[in-house]
């Protein structure tokens, strides 16, 4: 299967700072989504991100398909960005899950 | 629009017994997958639906087991519980042309 490496595992900011998550994978995808895990569990999509760039408030992520990586930003990041950012990638109709980053903002 | 559905959000269970979940799709989404998260060992791809046909299945005994209906809803089963089975259950579903939206989980606890 393929491979998807995050980085970094964990990371504690302070309130208002900028932060980037990175994800790695193996092998040509034609699905890549980036997800924030809440407290009860529920994956919430962020990003739908095969290629390109988008933006979504103080949210944007970039793929770039041919080096195979993606990146997620968090801008002016808030207590209630804390938790599991995971990527996830698709060859077909099976995801691949990275380990998550586990973010913690502190006021 | 409605979410994707799982039921129940809780469940403990002891050794030796079986489970049934329940995922019910966002209305029109003919895929579903189900995926299994542990602590040990993150999520992992225990198999997808779509139209009532299995597509795919990860590498998971044969005591994991699923089906789909043909309103697309879904039903997985766990026989033989055994203690490592202890879970959060989450099941995706997809339409034609996003990504993959998923439900809130069902926790097993097995006892």
């Known amino acids: 299967g393929i491979q998807v490496e995050q980085s970094p595992p964990d990371l504690i900011l302070q309130e208002g700072a900028n932060s980037t998550l990175r994800c790695n994978f193996s092998d040509s995808v034609n699905n890549l989504q980036w997800f924030h895990q809440n407290p009860w569990g529920q994956l919430i999509n962020l990003f739908y991100i095969p290629s390109g760039t988008k933006q979504n408030g103080r949210l944007s992520a970039t793929t770039v398909a041919t080096e195979r990586y993606s990146l997620l930003y968090i801008s002016s990041s808030q207590t209630t960005d804390s938790g599991v950012y995971f990527c996830?990638?698709?060859?077909?109709?099976?995801?691949?899950f990275g380990t998550g980053t586990s973010l913690t903002v502190i006021p | 629009k409605a979410g994707v559905t799982q039921t129940p959000r809780y469940l403990i269970k002891t050794r030796g017994q079986q489970v049934t979940l329940s995922c019910s799709p966002i209305?029109?989404?003919?895929?579903v997958s189900w995926y299994q998260q542990t602590p040990g060992q993150g999520l992992q791809f225990l198999f997808e639906?779509?139209?009532?046909?299995?597509?795919n299945k990860g590498n998971f005994p044969g005591r994991f087991s699923g089906r789909q209906f043909s309103n697309s809803r879904s039903e997985m089963n766990v026989s033989t519980l055994e203690l490592g089975d202890s879970a959060l259950y989450l099941c995706a579903s997809r339409g034609t042309d996003y990504g993959y939206t998923f439900g809130s989980g069902t926790r097993l606890t097995v006892v």
């Open positions: 639906y779509f139209s009532e046909t299995q597509r």
């Open positions: 996830a990638v698709a060859t077909g109709n099976q995801f691949y």
């Open positions: 209305s029109g989404h003919r895929s």
